[in-house]
């Protein structure tokens, strides 16, 4: 008889491992809280497809903020141009941070840097760094690495660290930096201090970094969504069950093995069981849903476990384009929106010819005064924002409206990788079921990697093998969202799901 797989978890790494072991002739469920699949990989459409990118026209398509698909994996970007078939169009990527009221070059160059910032800015950028290596060298004042600021200003000086990787990442985490552990750091930026910014800017590497590639993939229409949509198709096609709108609410488990999912189907309980689980949900849903309920270290564990809401506002705008960037990042705190993206510059045929379409990313946690906000002063946040930063006049916007993620960001707070091992030893007891995907992991990676670890975890389970750890892929530096250059302002990026 055909092995049966139940998959918690319509994203991407869910999506796709469902794909190949549907094509390996695998029995597939795949079980989805939302609606709709794909979760931050989702896209949303208006109008007319037939319209697309015309003048006058009514068809509108957006995403969860940014997301672009690339890979240095020629197999992996044949398997996602199969998935998308003749919809898809190539984009070359464009960025750019917005700060002091004029934008720099994203990412950044030393070059950029140092001729864009006033003298005395830069003499202080130089200063400081030269006096923080040599305290640090010297032993009279060692840094230890212990969080995020330290982890910086030792390698690039308190004044560089404070403009271009401190504000940033405050304002995104809603974090002090001294309370957001070094991991982010050392797992986000790959530039070993300032002098090698300088040399990286004037001899580029010759094996191009993630964050420098510029060529990118993306649907003709349809938003990044279209990926999911497409592995839905192609599961249903090959006689896999995408269950939409049918949330896991207890994993049922008998001595470390789980026997049965339950989920709530049109608001009824309903019952599935496999021979395999594969989860792909937050791994802090996951443990809380386990059944007999997990040992009190473990709920202390997910008590300490935190995730970043996101709220997405959303301008249609009576002109053709607000700039050439696919996104612009706000660090500056005295700005509420972190980031915007303008999603004709992904796909002209994202709106219409005549108008344009931003997305305005605040971040802040579920409850809180933001996500509570109203449309009227979201609107009112976002057109003063981008009306500040001169990308827009107020009298140009003709229509706001939002949407929320709850689970956007895993905090990295200076605790949360005890508590993490804590939840991933007992998930890792559940024998019969293997948790994966950027939620899964409680782990930032990016589209890419979420939908090659879901082919590994199919691949691992449908040729038995047992000594392949899915888990390395998002955690080997080579396969992290790096720039080599002198950005990496703990960059948050949802899309590339880049969140």
Request: with cysteine.
């Amino acid at each position: 008889m055909t092995k049966h797989i139940v998959i918690l978890g319509g994203g991407l790494a869910g999506l796709s491992c469902a794909y190949e072991m549907a094509k390996a002739g695998l029995r597939v469920t795949v079980l989805e809280r939302e609606p709709v699949v794909g979760g931050m990989a989702n896209s949303f459409e208006e109008g007319d497809r037939g319209e697309a990118g015309r003048k006058g026209g009514d068809y509108w398509c957006y995403d969860y903020g940014p997301h672009r698909f690339h890979t240095k994996e020629k197999e992996l970007m044949q398997h996602v141009e199969e998935i998308l078939g003749d919809n898809k169009v190539w984009a070359k990527r464009l960025s750019r941070i917005f700060m002091f009221d004029k934008f720099f070059n994203y990412p950044l160059s030393a070059k950029n840097v140092l001729t864009s910032l006033p003298p005395w800015t830069v003499a202080h950028i130089l200063f400081d760094y030269a006096w923080t290596r040599f305290l640090d060298l010297t032993g009279i004042r060692k840094f230890r690495d212990r969080h995020f600021q330290e982890w910086v200003r030792k390698r690039f000086g308190k004044r560089l660290s404070d403009i271009f990787f401190v504000q940033y990442t405050e304002k995104a985490w809603g974090l002090p930096a001294t309370e957001i552990s070094a991991d982010w750091a050392s797992q986000r930026i790959t530039l070993l201090n300032l002098f090698d910014t300088i040399k990286k800017t004037l001899f580029r590497p010759k094996n191009t970094p993630r964050t420098l590639v510029t060529d990118f993939v993306y649907p003709r229409v349809g938003g990044i969504g279209e990926l999911a949509r497409g592995y839905k198709r192609r599961i249903e096609e090959m006689g896999g069950t995408v269950l939409c709108g049918s949330p896991a609410i207890k994993v049922h488990c008998r001595e470390g093995v789980v026997e049965r999912i339950e989920y709530r189907r049109k608001g009824k309980p309903a019952f599935l069981t496999g021979d395999g689980y594969i989860s792909t949900i937050p791994v802090t849903s996951l443990a809380r849903c386990v059944v007999p309920t997990a040992p009190p270290k473990v709920r202390e564990a997910l008590a300490g476990l935190d995730y970043v809401a996101i709220v997405f506002v959303y301008l249609k705008i009576d002109k053709p384009q607000v700039s050439p960037d696919n996104w612009v990042y706000l660090p500056e705190k005295r700005l509420t929106v972190h980031r915007i993206s303008e999603f004709k510059n992904f796909s002209p045929y994202c709106a219409p010819a005549d108008k344009t379409l931003i997305c305005a990313e605040i971040t802040c946690r579920v409850g809180d005064r933001i996500w509570n906000a109203g449309e009227e002063e979201l609107r009112r946040i976002a057109v003063r924002d981008l009306s500040l930063a001169g990308l827009i006049r107020e009298e140009e916007v003709l229509e706001t409206f939002s949407k929320k993620i709850p689970f956007a960001y895993p905090i990295y707070d200076l605790s949360y990788r005890e508590h993490l091992e804590t939840v991933m030893d007992f998930v890792h007891g559940l024998r019969n079921l293997k948790s994966g995907g950027r939620q899964g992991l409680f782990r930032y990676n990016n589209m890419d990697q979420s939908i090659e670890m879901g082919r590994r975890m199919a691949e691992a389970l449908v040729q038995g093998k047992q000594g392949f750890d899915h888990e390395r892929i998002a955690a080997e530096d080579e396969l992290f969202e790096i720039d080599r250059d002198l950005k990496e302002i703990a960059e948050s990026e949802p899309g590339d799901e880049s969140r």
